[in-house]
């Protein structure tokens, strides 16, 4: 099995705080969107999509 080599560069660094940045904004405009939503099924939904981008994150 092929090893991947972790890119450390600096280009490699700026675009994952970009994607991080921007997976934190999709996370907060989601929590906005399930305080709104009245659904228990819609809310379940987004809070599961929620917690697979956190998972993400890390």
Known sequence: MDEKI???SEDSKK???IYYRSLSKIIT???AEMNQEGEP???EHLTSRID???KDKQ
């Open 6 to 8: 972790e890119d450390k």
């Open 15 to 17: 675009k994952h705080m």
């Open 29 to 31: 405009d989601m929590k």
């Open 41 to 43: 099924a819609i809310k």
């Open 52 to 54: 697979a981008m956190d």
